[in-house]
């Protein structure tokens, strides 16, 4: 495995848990994630406009361009209202454990990679690291707590949150090929929070908006220069290396946002979770061994 792409990886994945903790941590999460979208928008704007100057986007990638756009709308319109009714601890592990289970299941096929027994191995891990972290534990009554989680409203826009994951890393991983992974990152971010304007605007959930900006502008700030950031260090790794491999080693942002829910919100400690952190990091390091 190419060691810049890893390190690309796991400094996207200390990003991504730290603006993941700032959504939750603000109110009204729904709203904030669009807001955040929005800012990273605005923010990046002349990074955006000078590289659309300078080497523009070929007619080839702009499928994969308008296929990001609509995946990350629903993208943070699941996240946001995953936090909106389920704490970090919960919707966190749920909306990033999915997509290494759906990610080889679709770039084998459509990408024609390929997995080594140990590369398979090593997603398995992380995979039981994640779900174990939100059970609470491997003890059949940890299990029983997320039989229960996984029928509520949160879990289910976690999960939802998952599959869209999935569908983006494995159209980007192509995607970036044909433009400027910056360029990239910025137009999904910039598109979606287009897309998605009317949701928030158009309906009941105005007031809520407004008032998500008065109340978190300061993080949702700091979260829209973090998100692009994150999704453009996943990007650059993408190209340089296996996206079946590489989108699993993004995961140790689950142990980052544990120890942040931990640290920062007050969720509670505890040896299991610590327990299911390690499991999570065997399986990167399996994953890295094996590419």
Same mark, same amino acid.
């Given at each position: 495995?190419?060691?810049?792409?890893?390190?690309?990886v796991?400094?996207? =994945?200390?990003?991504?848990?730290?603006?993941?903790?700032?959504v939750?941590?603000?109110s009204?999460?729904?709203a904030?994630a669009?807001?955040?979208?929005?800012?990273?928008g605005?923010?990046?704007? @002349?990074?955006?406009?000078?590289?659309?100057?300078?080497?523009?986007?070929?007619?080839?990638?702009?499928?994969?361009?308008?296929?990001?756009?609509?995946?990350?709308?629903?993208?943070?319109?699941?996240?946001g209202?995953?936090?909106?009714?389920?704490?970090?601890?919960l919707?966190?592990?749920?909306?990033?454990?999915?997509?290494?289970?759906?990610?080889?299941?679709?770039?084998?096929?459509?990408? #024609?990679?390929?997995?080594t027994?140990?590369g398979?191995?090593?997603?398995?891990?992380?995979?039981?690291g994640?779900?174990?972290?939100?059970?609470?534990?491997?003890?059949?009554?940890?299990?029983?707590?997320?039989?229960?989680?996984?029928?509520?409203?949160?879990?289910?826009?976690?999960?939802?949150? #998952?599959?869209?994951?999935?569908?983006?890393?494995?159209?980007?991983?192509?995607?970036?090929g044909?433009?400027? @992974?910056?360029?990239?990152?910025?137009?999904?971010?910039?598109?979606?929070?287009?897309?998605? =304007?009317?949701?928030?605007?158009?309906?009941?959930r105005?007031?809520?908006?407004?008032?998500?900006?008065?109340?978190?502008?300061?993080?949702i700030?700091?979260?829209?220069?973090?998100?692009?950031?994150?999704?453009?260090?996943?990007?650059v790794?993408?190209?340089?290396?296996?996206?079946s491999?590489?989108? @699993?080693?993004?995961?140790?942002?689950?142990?980052?946002?544990?120890?942040?829910?931990?640290?920062?919100?007050?969720? @509670?400690?505890?040896?299991?979770?610590?327990a299911?952190?390690?499991?999570?990091?065997?399986?990167?390091?399996?994953?890295?061994?094996?590419?």
């Open positions: 495995m190419n060691p810049t792409a890893v390190a690309l796991l400094a996207a =994945a200390v990003f991504h848990a730290v603006w993941n903790m700032l939750r941590r603000g009204h999460p729904e904030f669009w807001w955040m979208a929005l800012s990273a605005v923010l990046y704007l @002349p990074v955006g406009a000078y590289l659309w100057a300078t080497r523009g986007v070929p007619g080839a990638g702009w499928p994969f361009v308008a296929v990001t756009v609509v995946v990350h709308a629903f993208y943070f319109v699941f996240l209202r995953g936090y909106e009714h389920g704490h970090l601890g919707v966190y592990p749920i909306a990033r454990g999915t997509g290494p289970v759906l990610v080889p299941a679709l770039a084998v096929p459509l990408l #024609g990679e390929r997995i027994p140990l398979a191995a090593g997603i398995g891990l992380i995979v039981v994640v779900v174990s972290l939100s059970a609470g534990g491997f003890t059949p009554r940890a299990l029983r707590t997320l039989a229960v989680a996984a029928r509520d409203r949160a879990a289910l826009y976690a999960l939802a949150t #998952g599959v869209t994951i999935a569908v983006y890393s494995v159209n980007d991983k192509v995607g970036a044909w433009i400027s @992974p910056v360029l990239y990152a910025y137009l999904l971010f910039a598109g979606a929070s287009v897309l998605a =304007a009317p949701y928030f605007w158009l309906g009941g105005r007031d809520a908006t407004r008032a998500c900006w008065h109340e978190n502008r300061r993080s700030v700091l979260a829209g220069l973090l998100s692009p950031a994150t999704y453009g260090l996943a990007l790794a993408f190209q340089l290396g296996q996206v491999y590489l989108a @699993p080693m993004r995961e140790p942002s689950i142990v980052f946002a544990a120890l942040l829910g931990m640290l920062v919100l007050g969720e @509670p400690r505890s040896a299991s979770r610590l299911s952190a390690c499991v999570t990091a065997a399986g990167v390091v399996v994953v890295g061994v094996a590419g």
